[in-house]
C-alpha cells in the first residue's frame, strides 16, 4: 500500500486546503498507463469516502482539463512576454553558490528542470522574480504563488469549469515532493470561493501569510484527517 493525498479547498476562514491522505495499491511502472491506474485507484478510494469528483492535476491526467491545468503546460507573463511556468520557477531559484541561474527563463519547461540540477550549485536561499527577492519558508509558498498568479487570469473560465470536491496529483509523494501541482489548484479554488484569488496572484505577502498560518499544523492535520473522516 502507498499513501497518496487529495486536496480539498475550503471555503470561509481558516487553512485554505484540507489535505486528506488515502492509502492505495499502487502499480508500479512508468508507462501513463500505470499512473493512470494509480489516478483511478485514488479518485476510487476517495469516492469510497464520500470525497467525489477529484481532478488529477499533471500530464498524465485522464481529463483535458487536468493536463491543461499542468504547471509544464502552463505559461505566466513577465514584461509582457509569456513564459514557460516550470521554467520561470526554476529560473527563481538563488543558490548559495552559484546564485541565479535567470538563463533557464530561455528553457522550455522539461529542459529547465533537468538543467538546474548542474548549474545550481549550494543550497537554495531565496527566490527573485521580477527584481524582487522572496522567502524560501513555507517551502511550496513561492511555487503555489507563481502556479496561482500564472492561472489567476482565467478565474472567471475556471470557475465555470473547476466542479471538483478535490484534486490530487499522482507525482507528488509526502516527505520527499515539496511543491504539488493538486494542492496549488486547491489553494486557487478555496482562494476563488473566498473573493480573494485576484488579490493574492498579486500579494505575495497576503498569500504568504495565509499558507504559513495554514501550514504551522498542516502536519497534525494529516494525522488526524482519517480520523476526522472515519478512516
Known sequence: MTMRPIFVPRSGWGALVETVPIDIGWHGGFSISQKQKNIFALHEKATQIGISPVLEISTKSPEELGKRLSAFNLRIEINGMMRPLESVYQSSKVFSESGQ???????????????????????????????????????????????????????????????????????????????????????????????????????????????????????????????????
Open 101 to 231: 541561474q535567470i538563463q533557464l527563463l530561455e528553457f522550455g519547461p522539461f529542459e529547465a528542470k533537468r538543467l538546474v540540477r548542474n548549474l545550481g550549485v549550494g543550497q537554495v536561499v531565496a527566490f527573485r522574480f521580477m527584481g524582487k527577492d522572496y522567502p524560501i519558508e513555507p517551502k511550496n509558498a513561492f511555487y503555489d504563488w507563481l502556479y496561482i498568479r500564472a492561472i489567476a487570469p482565467h478565474e472567471e473560465w475556471l470557475k465555470r469549469n473547476l466542479n471538483f470536491a478535490a484534486y490530487s496529483d499522482i507525482e507528488f509523494t509526502p516527505g520527499k515532493s515539496i511543491n504539488c501541482q493538486g494542492r496549488a489548484v486547491a489553494e486557487f479554488h478555496a482562494l476563488s470561493l473566498r473573493g480573494a484569488a485576484m488579490d493574492c496572484a498579486y500579494d505575495f505577502g497576503s498569500f504568504h501569510e495565509m499558507i504559513s498560518l495554514a501550514q504551522r499544523g498542516d502536519d497534525l492535520e494529516l494525522a488526524s484527517s482519517s480520523v476526522h473522516r472515519g478512516r
